[in-house]
Structure formats: C-alpha cells, structure tokens
C-alpha cells in the first residue's frame, strides 16, 4: 500500500465522524482537499487536521439536532410537556400545603409559593401569554430548587429523593423559554385527559394520607388480624390509566418527542436510585449529614442533559431508519 492510498484511507475513517447524509454531499471533495494539502510520503493525518476534522464534525452533528429541535412535532410535544407539567407541579404542591395547613399552622412561605405559581403558569400558558409564562416558570423552577435546598444542611438524601422533582421544574421552565419564541403552538389533544388523571393521583395521595400505615406498591395489609384494603389504589391505577390514554392521543411523532423531554426525569430518578443508593443509606447512618462531594454534584448535574442527548440521538437514528425502511417496502411494491 502506497503512502498516498494509507493516508486517504486514515482520512475517510475519520470522516465516519460526519453524519451520513453530510458524507455523501461532501466526504469526496473534503477528502481530496486534505490530500492535496499533504506531505510527498505523508502516510497520517496532521494532529491538527484530525482535530479540525472531529471539530467540525462536532458542529455539523450539533446544527443537526438544533435544526431538528426546531421540527413542530418538538413543539408540540413540548408544549404538551410545559403545561402537563405546570398542572403536575401544581397539584404536588397542593398536596403538601394542605396536610400543612391541617396540622402544622407555621407552614414556609414557600409551600404556599409552590402551588400558586405553577397554577399561574398553566393560567398563562393557556391564554396564549408565552413570554410571560416563561418568566413565572423559570422563578417557579427556583422556588422549587429553594424548598429543596433547605434541607441540604441535615438530609442530603432527602434533597436526593427530591432531585427529580426538581428536575421537573426546571424541564417545564426550559421548555416555556423555548416555546416563548417562534410560531404559536396548538394545545396538546385531550389535555382534560391528562388534568383527570392528576385530580385522580392526587386524590389517591390524599387517600394514603388518611392510611398513613401505607406504602410502596402495597395494594392492603393485615393489622391486628383484619384485611384493610388501600382506597388510594384504584384511583392511582385509573390515573395510570388516563396518563397514558391522553399521551397515546398526541401522534406517534409528539409521543416520541414527549418520552425523550422527559428523559431527564427518568435519568435523575434512577441515578439517585442506583449510582446514590450506597450513598444514601451511609448518609442516614451517621448522626451528622455526609455531604454530597463535588464529583458527586457533577455526576447529578450533568444526568439530566445526558438523559436527554442520548434519547435525542437515539430518536433520531430510529426516525431515519425507519424512514429508510419504508422508502425499500414503497420501492419493492412498485
């Protein structure tokens, strides 16, 4: 093998690094600019042609996905995310407030903060006033990061167990900036699907309030020799129900989209669950609170935007491949 046919051959593998469809407009053009460029006997790329190349192969991927983030189906789905979402955070705070009202009178001012701006939020998002909405969203994402933070000093775990809700609160806010810009977006279809199957969970929660004795997935339990039976599961299995009947309503593209913004959540919960759990349960052993390591927080802060990267790619590669595939079985049959 001459030096001529290794060198092209190292450049083409890195030009693996491109996507396809940028490889097939550019990759033989760019290839024989490198080669013109070389050395007489050069057999591999410059350290910086390699870096040029893994570079720009960076931005052309990045500009892929923000152009395809741009795509209405992702709207949609973010809208439907933003005000699902809002109504959730919504009916958790009322859910706290209210046992807090019953039994302890000096409840935080943030308790009663929660509910009302994300009530306010839905309000907005639903007369249409975007920009606004994407201000209360953001200062109602803080709000929920204070109520968080002020148990940090003595209950890491519990601000662990916690993490995901607030992971909720910051992806309702991300999406209401993204939609304060561009074209108006349609409400999502059924939303009163979606606020019955809240009112439901959020019955059920109160239920298991009354039941105090319940918890887990336990659906009855045996005390003192009789069989009590949980009122609250019903209704949080109706609620299941509905949530996923009102998900299935918004079009295979929107259903897509709305599991990958809501990757983020799913990342965190099961990142506390598994890569915390060791720390968790030491933290509870020791009288004083052990404190989360920088290295820690790193690997908490950074799983909501992997979750969401590594769902984004994997739609992507699904949607093409799919697409490729029908475009064979339409050939075939013609």
Not at 63 to 85: E, I, K, N, T, Y
Not at 106 to 117: I, Q, S, T, Y
Request: proline share 4%; charged share 15%.
């Amino acid at each position: 093998m001459t030096a001529h046919d290794e060198l092209e051959g190292r450049y083409r593998r890195l030009m693996a690094a491109y996507p396809i469809r940028h490889r097939r407009e550019y990759e033989e053009e760019m290839v024989g600019v490198l080669l013109a460029a070389a050395e007489p006997g050069q057999r591999r790329p410059r350290a910086w042609d390699r870096a040029d190349i893994l570079v720009n192969a960076l931005a052309v991927r990045v500009r892929g996905w923000v152009d395809d983030l741009g795509d209405p189906a992702w709207r949609r789905a973010a809208s439907a995310v933003q005000v699902v979402g809002a109504l959730f955070l919504f009916v958790v705070g009322i859910r706290w407030v209210l046992p807090g009202l019953a039994f302890y009178p000096g409840v935080d001012v943030l308790e009663f903060a929660r509910p009302a701006v994300w009530a306010v939020v839905f309000t907005l998002t639903l007369v249409g006033l975007r920009r606004l909405a994407a201000g209360v969203a953001v200062g109602g994402a803080l709000v929920e990061i204070a109520h968080v933070a002020q148990w940090y000093g003595y209950s890491p775990s519990q601000v662990l167990r916690s993490s995901w809700l607030v992971t909720v609160a910051l992806l309702v806010a991300v999406c209401s900036v993204w939609l304060a810009g561009g074209g108006r977006v349609a409400a999502p279809r059924g939303l009163w699907w979606f606020g019955a199957a809240l009112a439901l969970a959020g019955g059920g929660s109160v239920a298991d309030f009354h039941q105090g004795w319940f918890s887990g997935f336990a659906y009855a339990v045996t005390m003192d020799g009789q069989f009590v039976f949980r009122y609250a599961g019903p209704l949080y299995l109706t609620a299941a129900a509905l949530a996923v009947w009102a998900w299935w309503r918004q079009g295979s593209l929107v259903r897509r989209r709305i599991l990958a913004l809501t990757a983020p959540v799913a990342g965190v919960a099961a990142m506390v669950t598994y890569g915390f759990a060791g720390f968790m349960y030491s933290s509870q052993q020791f009288p004083s609170p052990i404190l989360l390591r920088p290295f820690q927080w790193a690997i908490l802060l950074a799983t909501p935007a992997a979750a969401f990267a590594v769902a984004a790619v994997v739609l992507s590669r699904w949607e093409r491949l799919s697409t490729l595939a029908e475009a064979g079985r339409r050939a075939e049959k013609a």
